[in-house]
């Protein structure tokens, strides 16, 4: 925790897009054992193209305390990056930025380690209130811990549940919230996510089938 609140003190929170390339990341567990497997998808800027992925496979060596993920999480995210021969120009996190207890989440953390704009673009609330936003795709309503705007929550598709977006680092919100709407590929998960998840899980099916010997 102290080490979060250190850090957070370097965040640049301005900046934006439009960018060329954004690059999804996610990681995915295997519950019966303590290996990760992450993954990157290196998107255009328009979530329409494929142009690079890379994947990892790495035993956690932090346990898993909520708060602190990124922790446990960045090693193996930082081992695939590694393997990219594509510099992507922002990165979005299946995870929190600012919308983080501390202010300071996955997408904060992989921002300042990587020197790239990032984003927070979660499933799922972790602290703050708002007002739901209207159902219309694009639409938009603050989200708000304690007097402070923390994030956005963002209606990717018509309908369909909002996503909590959130700086990570070297971006303005405005800018977030448009590279997600940008980045739209007809799911509720802007597509560089989508496809990151469907790798990571992927990765670690293939995995858990090599280790029972089916082919």
Not at 49 to 57: G, I, K, M, N, P
Not at 79 to 86: F, P, V
């Amino acid at each position: 925790m102290a080490i979060q609140l250190k850090l957070r003190a370097r965040l640049r929170l301005d900046g934006g897009g439009p960018f060329a390339t954004v690059a999804g990341i996610d990681v995915s567990y295997d519950e019966a054992s303590r290996l990760m497997f992450a993954g990157v998808v290196v998107m255009s800027g328009n979530g329409r193209q494929v142009l690079e992925t890379a994947t990892s496979v790495v035993a956690a060596r932090f346990p898993y305390i909520p708060g602190l993920l990124s922790f446990r999480e960045t090693p193996a995210v930082i081992e695939a990056w590694t393997k990219l021969k594509t510099r992507p120009d922002c990165l979005i996190c299946d995870g929190h930025g600012l919308a983080h207890p501390r202010r300071f989440g996955i997408a904060c953390h992989l921002g300042l380690l990587l020197d790239l704009p990032s984003i927070g673009c979660a499933k799922s609330l972790l602290v703050g209130t708002h007002r739901m936003p209207r159902t219309r795709r694009g639409s938009v309503e603050p989200l708000l811990d304690r007097g402070e705007q923390i994030g956005a929550v963002v209606r990717t598709r018509h309908g369909v549940a909002p996503v909590y977006v959130s700086q990570g680092d070297r971006i303005s919100l405005d800018a977030a919230v448009q590279t997600v709407l940008d980045t739209f590929g007809g799911y509720r998960l802007p597509e560089p996510t989508r496809r990151a998840h469907l790798l990571v899980n992927e990765t670690r099916l293939l995995a858990k089938a090599g280790r029972s010997g089916v082919q």
